[in-house]
């Protein structure tokens, strides 16, 4: 896998249609490359957005889909 750093976003809900009640989370590199997490369940695209915004850096690989997200310490309060 080759992964790549997310750098921007974009949320598409489909209020009517076939993909009615679907959410796509378009993520974008540096590159203006782009992948798409197409026809999302509403909660799963509600995480994925929320990792967006909390979470740096966060990784693509535009292949697969397959993201992973920085290292965090186990057990470890908030600072």
């Given at each position: 896998?080759?992964?790549?750093?997310?750098?921007?976003?974009?949320?598409a809900?489909?209020?009517?249609?076939?993909?009615?009640?679907?959410?796509?989370?378009?993520?974008?590199?540096?590159?203006?490359?782009?992948?798409?997490?197409d026809?999302?369940?509403?909660?799963?695209?509600?995480?994925?957005?929320?990792?967006?915004?909390?979470?740096?850096?966060?990784?693509?690989?535009?292949?697969?889909?397959?993201?992973?997200?920085?290292d965090?310490?186990?057990?470890?309060?908030?600072?």
């Open positions: 896998m080759t992964f790549k750093t997310i750098c921007r976003y974009r949320v809900y489909f209020h009517t249609g076939p993909k009615a009640g679907k959410t796509d989370v378009v993520v974008m590199f540096d590159d203006n490359e782009m992948y798409t997490f026809g999302l369940p509403s909660d799963t695209a509600h995480h994925l957005v929320d990792l967006l915004r909390n979470e740096a850096p966060i990784w693509v690989d535009p292949v697969t889909g397959t993201f992973v997200v920085a965090e310490p186990v057990g470890s309060g908030e600072v």
